[in-house]
């Protein structure tokens, strides 16, 4: 007999009992997906984080303590949906996130960034340079990439169909396979060339 | 520091050592939750890199609070979960002489006998002198010593 589940049944209830105290700012938990695992954050606005891995990434708990303080508890419940959404979205029963995401701590620009970055439909490509045109400064592409690269927020916001200008695929958070997976779950299988696409693919 | 840091690190340490202290799972689940929620009412930990002595504080500090609101025998059907069983002495033996020592002796013996603590750790836990920890571990074990020979 081990005492991990008098442990779970004992968090459970101390989750419950801290949140009526006040004592809950934001709820963590870890989801298995498509992509293995999946660490995911949600605050009183909204989703705060979406990881690749079980573990949080430090930079995300900083930015997170930052604005919310320490009172950072797992809690399933705060991410039903968030969990539930994902769920569907990589049973292709999803096309888009209705959750609200919180972006508080960032820059004005990278969160015009994530914002244009948002409005990439479901299967399309973009490039760095047309989210950086969209975030209202077309030569600030290579700042539009690192906003992008540093995306507290994958997969909701999808900044995995954001390729490089010359159609190669660019980098991920996650990994390049990851990134490969999502646009193959969006476009179809076989529908993401080995080394990218032409850069006429694109569009301008 | 997060709650959630300190949480995935050390309750399931708390949790063994709390239900080691109480010898019953509702107990320790009781002692668990009093113990984490006053920790996260009185943050920050007092010194950083320093929240293991303290989670073992409060927790012994609830246990010897909750030992003194009721004085009722509990049943130490859990002990199993943490004590040695020892070659010519009973687990049930032991079990009731442990639960015989008052909750300041009983908690200097399990984090030094059980859990293997050092001597200026159960006194950095107990808020006592290392002398009075050695002291209670020592009349722990001579009261053990007498109810298992």
């Known amino acids: ?204 | 520091m997060t709650f959630g840091e300190l949480l995935e690190r050390f309750e399931r340490e708390i949790f063994a050592y709390v239900l080691r202290l109480s010898g019953n799972r509702v107990d320790a689940d009781d002692l668990y939750q009093d113990t984490f929620l006053a920790a996260f009412r009185s943050w920050p930990p007092p010194r950083a890199g320093n929240e293991r002595a303290w989670l073992y504080r409060i927790a012994t500090n609830k246990a010897i609070d909750r030992g003194r609101r009721s004085r009722r025998i509990v049943p130490l059907a859990d002990l199993r979960l943490a004590a040695p069983e020892r070659d010519g002495v009973t687990l049930m033996d032991l079990k009731t002489a442990v639960r015989a020592l008052p909750t300041g002796q009983r908690a200097a013996f399990v984090l030094r006998k059980v859990e293997g603590h050092s001597y200026a750790e159960v006194a950095d836990v107990l808020g006592c002198s290392e002398e009075a920890a050695r002291s209670r571990v020592a009349e722990a074990m001579k009261k053990l010593k007498e109810a298992v020979r």
């Open chain 1, 1 to 204: 007999m081990t005492i991990e589940p008098l442990v779970s049944e004992a968090r459970e209830r101390l989750i419950a009992r801290a949140k009526r105290e006040g004592l809950v700012s934001v709820g963590y938990d870890v989801m298995d997906s498509l992509l293995g695992p999946l660490w995911i954050a949600v605050g009183p606005r909204g989703v705060l984080a979406i990881h690749y891995g079980a573990k949080p990434d430090p930079r995300d708990l900083a930015r997170i303590s930052r604005t919310y303080g320490p009172a950072v508890l797992p809690d399933r419940r705060s991410c039903d949906r968030v969990l539930t959404e994902l769920d569907q979205y990589f049973a292709h029963r999803r096309r888009s996130f209705d959750l609200d995401v919180d972006l508080t701590p960032l820059t004005p620009f990278q969160r015009r960034v994530l914002a244009a970055t948002a409005l990439v439909p479901y299967g399309e490509l973009t490039t760095y340079r047309q989210v950086a045109r969209r975030a209202g400064n077309e030569q600030a592409s290579r700042a539009a990439g690192g906003a992008i690269g540093s995306n507290p927020i994958p997969i909701v916001i999808p900044c995995h169909r954001v390729v490089a200008s010359d159609g190669s695929l660019g980098g991920y958070a996650g990994g390049l396979p990851a990134k490969r997976r999502l646009l193959a779950l969006e476009r179809g299988e076989g529908q993401v060339p080995e080394g990218g696409w032409p850069p006429a693919h694109l569009g301008r």
